[in-house]
């Protein structure tokens, strides 16, 4: 995949295109992440707020992933809105921002993200000129389009805020942590992310995400899951997380030489 066509998921994903799959990775690994990017996954996720990636591990593999011909993502900590701005410098074509929980937590997204008019996002993307081959001023032009923002909407806060948070300039669209989001509304009593409540409000993000003409995005722990998610409307879906389909490999790898060796 070229350059350009890596750099066209933005569009891809703005005009709801649809069924988009992405790993998750949150083991600091340029290699797996690139191993990953061989897959046909469209995208692949380095979680940093809960995984162990730090920038340069990070930089390096969003340049793996495009080096495989895929898009890289990166979920930056909380808050943490000065590594937004390096990863898109790096690279990435986009940035998921958890606990966005009102219109205020979305525009101060966008200041790091989008360059003026929308933002305030600071000049310095020299891998990222590397990346695409865009000049300076070309990059410029086109950085806003090129990436995008994504707002997790995963508590009660941020779902009572939906349409505010989808209303600011610049958030191209939501994630939905279904997990977060199930142990807000059941005020701490369980993890659930497969509740018919979530399904009830992830139906809903779809809904609201479709009348502001953005995408919505979500985790999935598993494929089976994803696949209905993908059925909800969703235009990205995780397929579970990394270390969970490595265990998952391993398991049924001895379990069918187990089986064999007793045959």
Known sequence: MSAAEIDGFADRIRQHRGGMISAWIGIPDATLANHLAQEAFDTIVLDMQH???DMPSAANAVAQVRLAGKPALARIPVGDFASASRLLDAGASGIIAPM???AEDAQAFVKATKYPPLGERSWGPSLALNHTGLSADDYLKNANALTVAIAMVETRAAL????????????????????????????GDQVAPNAAEIDSAM???VSRCRAHGKFACAFAGDGERAGELL????DLVIAGAETAQLRSGARRAINAARRIASA
């Open 231 to 234: 059925k909800f409307g969703f």
């Open 100 to 102: 966005i929980n009102s």
């Open 51 to 53: 995984g162990m990636w």
């Open 203 to 205: 139906q809903h993000a």
């Open 160 to 187: 009572e805020a939906i349409d505010d948070i989808l209303g600011v300039a610049g958030i191209d669209g939501i994630f939905i942590g279904p997990s977060d989001l199930s142990i807000a509304l059941s005020n």
